[in-house]
């Protein structure tokens, strides 16, 4: 399935998608006033700025543990269906105040309304949002901060097709990555031909096996781009590039199903999406995608499956409550990225990942 977004700017699948795994309909008590925690900064302790990490290797891009919204731009409507009476602040306080270094887009192109990508749930009850006109305004605020914080642990965005009727997003990812280039800039991007730069004779899958993930400083201060792909699409074989490794050097990378062990074996495989953890079998294969050197993303709208998903070590944790289950700025450190309880070293201390100095409240 993810091979055909192997493609990237030039692939065109054709089949429809629905809300699938980003539609969990877990609900609970969050809201956007208890988003903004009242914590106060972490003590200078955790924030010097002459930290003299621990020996050893230089840390990877799976060595940390990320906490996030689950579709950031989420806005409540006024009588929200059940399970959407969630809200999140805008994009650079998430960043900024709250420390989140994940977050999730749902994507509409619709040519007919000026060629852009509209970001939004759906337009059956669900629709409103901090950028619904226009993906650019909620990736602008996140680029200006970005720039004003260089030294930053790698922000991951995942993208996918909205439950619209529109047009498949997946045909026209030459103009998303056109987007991302223009709000961004190349230099601001991680991307997979980046992670293939010193081994471009081998797939994602190989590079990953035989020697790891790069370090996290090539990806600090950068965006990776994830685009997840619904299980029931059908991969775009006439594609000339089938199957060949250069056709993961555009600007996406790609989510696997982690319960597909086809779509893990991929060549592009990198990224494994599981849904939210609330059994001990599930928590093992987390841990186990995890051990087999995945990074790994699982929602957690309850205090349970954070806790759950936090020790299995799942690298990209995101909720519709964050507030309620996310440790705040005065659990520093270990905010706002803390070291993966399962895939980092010994000895690993948060601050070789990011400080930040959250802004007074």
Sequence with gaps: MIAQVAALALCAACAPTNDGMMDNMGGGPGSMDAAIRPDPPPPDAAILPDFDPPDGPPLTLADMQARGSWRSYHLAEERPLLGHDYEHPPLDTQLDTLGWRHFDFDLDYNPSGGGVYAVYHNSFGDFQSRCRGNLADCLAPMAAWSEDHPNHAPIVVLFQQTSSMMPDIYGTLDRLEYYLNREMTRDRIYTPGDALAEHPDLTLRQRLARH???????????????????????????????????????????????????????DDAAFAMLDEITTDAQQARARELVERGYIVRAPAHEADSYARAAAAGVHLISSKYPADIFPGPVDAPGWPVSCNPVSAPAGCDPRQIEIHRPPAQ
């Design 212 to 266: 790891g993930w790069p370090a996290l400083d090539d990806a600090r201060g950068k965006f990776i781009f994830v685009l997840y792909d619904e299980p029931s699409r059908e991969p775009n074989r006439d594609w000339p590039g089938w199957g060949n490794v250069e056709a993961l050097q555009g600007l996406l990378w790609v989510y696997a199903d982690g319960t597909s062990e086809d779509e893990l074996a991929a």
